[in-house]
């Protein structure tokens, strides 16, 4: 009972604190250039000015701030960062990236849903973002065409599907230049055992060079696993225009990416070329 007090006195009188130290840290461009400079040998006030070309005052102010808070020492060679310092240099620098990443992806991440897009921000660090435009409403939509155009082999699911996006892949696998599994989307399952999808899948199909599933459940957006390696994420606003496509070759993504697929493809339902069968082929 006794720690369960301490605990929760402890959390209560380090709110304010905590977000004052928040507050100073940030209430500057300056601070957490400073502090990160200060990570390595000691430091004199003049050699951090120079470093970060602040003023005289604002680097007093701000290494008397870091002194209060015990984030810097005071040594015969200048000044540096304490462990206090290091670990909240580096975990503000982490949060100042996770922003910036953030803004840069904003046209991915506001169509994506939260619980389906369990990653690291630093996973984005370095992706290519596609964006609809007026000038090119369709780049991402291209981006991803260019992908099968290109690549071997390809896993992946899909929300939607379009005719010319399947007679492309039609047209590579029975001609022997590519490999794919998909997943399609529920809302896909009826459109595609129509003509003329329904002829285009019993034909790649019978390849063996192709296999196919539906999802027991909605797509969150689209996957790509090419067989370069990296990993592409596709969104669309509610009326299915594409909106933005990352294409990332960060290993972890692309771990990521497999596990997401393979979880979708083992709960989906498999099909064959007999479930494409219509009174127009018989």
Known sequence: MGDERR????????????VADIDFLSG???RLRILNVLRGDAMSRRDVRASVDASRSTVRRTLEGFLSRGWVESTDDGYRVTAAGELVAAEFTRLSETLRLTE???????????????????????AELTVSTTAEPYAPAQTQTETIRT???FRGFLPAIELDGTKLVH?????????????LGPACADHVMEEPFAELFREKLATDRFEVAIADGPLPFYLGLPDDERIEIGVADDEGIPRALVQSSNT???????ATFERYERDAERLSAADFETEQSG
């Open 252 to 258: 972890e993504f692309r771990e990521w990416g497999e």
């Open 171 to 183: 047209d590579r696998i029975t001609n022997g230049e590519f490999t794919a599994s998909i997943v």
């Open 104 to 126: 840069e992806f904003a046209p991915l991440l506001e169509h994506v849903p939260p619980s389906s897009f369990d990653i690291e921000p630093e996973w984005l660090a370095g």
């Open 7 to 18: 605990v929760n006195e402890s959390a209560e009188l380090g709110d304010a604190p905590v």
């Open 28 to 30: 500057s461009r300056h």
């Open 151 to 153: 690549a071997d082999r």
